[in-house]
């Protein structure tokens, strides 16, 4: 028997983990609009609920499985399915939880919008749906469209889980890419995210084709306003590649993972550069793109990192100087080969080390936006944000990632340059307009 609506059914989607699974979301966003379904605002009234899931560490297991639970207690009529690389990883695990109604993982989301038409048997309305064509403000997207370049990943990090759950590297068709960003222009973005799991390697299995061609092209073959590239290896920092920021639509922002700051660490994890030549391609960067903001990930806790491999990763966080850094207490994870290493670094170590790495960060955060304290910089403006519920302000991000808020309401989707000033009353915070101090 089949559902039928009133007005065709709602879908809400809310995505956990990297741009990788963020530009996934939005390919399935477009595919559940074309196929009749309206893209719900809220979670609360969705008919379907899809949870993109990340499987990273542990403790992004368990917000997956927090998640469906707390939606499907509001929520007991609605169908609850979940996607992405938790689905791929443990199908099985999933399945046993009763809020659940479906599990598809990485592999069959390119089926799922038909797969749920199927097995929920939906009935549409012959509805217009011009309220639901421009996904614009999909609540993922905001401003900033994602678009995946490659997927997969061939480097077999010893922690990591996503050469399981993602597979082997394949790109992306550059005549595809283009289309898709001119496709974005059309609907409007300003901002274009290309993303991945192996970005640097981009072009290694198609003819004649490589990261440094690719995006060369996606230059001179569109007008998106800024174009983003969301993380790339140190070893992948060339000159020719880092020549087209000459090119001022690419945003001088580099996310390039650390991981560890000791080379016994590093091999250990079988990452494919030292700390010198990390410190190097740090300073290929600043030397090259003026305005450079660097993040990273860290990863502490590594089974057998003492505390002098720590004080080594403590250092080069501290010399860099890094515009934010993400800081993970090592998670084993089943599939991986540090799985069977012994996690013998206690879970206070853990958390003491951590400790220390996040008041580094939060130090080198507050000095580089501090340093653009006064500086004219030009902010793609999101949508506007309830600070409470009798002030509405306005964020958005600079090229080099610093978040700007504004008490003003400033057009949606619109670039616009502003004089910054910093908070020194909450220095870990955003940065204003300067009418706002």
């Not at 059309?186 to 084709?209: A, C, H, I, N, R």
């Not at 599939?335 to 853990?350: L, Q, R």
Request: charged share 25%; net charge neutral.
């Amino acid at each position: 028997m089949s559902t039928t609506y009133s007005s065709n059914p709602l879908v809400f989607i809310e995505t956990h983990g990297c741009k990788l699974n963020q530009a996934d979301s939005m390919k399935l966003a477009k595919e559940f609009i074309d196929f009749g379904f309206v893209l719900s605002e809220t979670k609360d009234n969705a008919d379907v609920y899809i949870l993109n899931t990340c499987t990273v560490t542990h403790v992004a297991d368990r917000k997956a499985r927090q998640a469906v639970r707390s939606f499907k207690k509001k929520n007991t009529d609605s169908k609850v399915i979940v996607t992405g690389c938790y689905a791929e990883r443990d199908q099985n695990e999933l399945n046993t939880i009763p809020e659940i109604d479906m599990v598809l993982g990485n592999v069959k989301k390119k089926d799922i919008v038909k797969t749920i038409i199927e097995e929920f048997n939906y009935d549409f309305n012959d509805l217009a749906f011009e309220n639901s064509s421009n996904y614009l403000n999909f609540n993922l997207s905001r401003t900033r469209g994602m678009l995946k370049i490659q997927e997969g990943c061939n480097q077999i990090c010893s922690y990591c889980i996503v050469p399981k759950v993602r597979g082997r590297e394949k790109s992306v068709q550059l005549g595809t890419l283009i289309s898709n960003i001119n496709s974005f222009v059309d609907d409007g973005f300003k901002e274009v995210v290309l993303t991945g799991t192996q970005l640097g390697s981009y072009g290694f299995d198609l003819e004649d084709m490589n990261l440094t061609k690719m995006v060369a092209a996606i230059l001179d073959k569109t007008n998106i306003k800024r174009l983003r590239i969301s993380s790339l290896q140190p070893q992948e920092l060339n000159q020719d590649l880092l020549s087209l920021w000459k090119d001022k639509r690419l945003c001088p922002h580099f996310h390039i993972p650390l991981q560890s700051g000791d080379d016994g660490i590093l091999a250990k994890m079988r990452r494919r550069y030292s700390r010198e030549t990390y410190l190097a391609s740090v300073d290929k960067v600043r030397s090259v793109i003026d305005d450079a903001s660097i993040t990273t990930d860290v990863i502490v806790g590594f089974p057998d990192e003492d505390q002098d491999q720590f004080e080594n990763t403590r250092k080069i966080c501290e010399e860099v100087g890094f515009s934010d850094m993400h800081i993970f207490k090592f998670s084993s994870r089943p599939g991986t080969s540090a799985h069977y290493f012994k996690d013998n670094v206690s879970p206070e170590i853990k958390n003491r080390r951590s400790s220390e790495l996040i008041e580094i960060a939060q130090e080198s955060y507050a000095k580089f936006r501090e340093s653009y304290d006064g500086k004219n910089m030009e902010v793609l403006w999101e949508s506007p944000e309830s600070l409470k519920s009798y002030q509405q302000y306005s964020s958005g991000l600079t090229n080099n990632y610093i978040r700007v808020r504004s008490n003003q309401i400033e057009k949606e989707n619109t670039l616009k340059s502003v004089e910054l000033t910093f908070d020194a009353i909450n220095p870990y915070g955003p940065m204003y307009t300067k009418n706002i101090i």
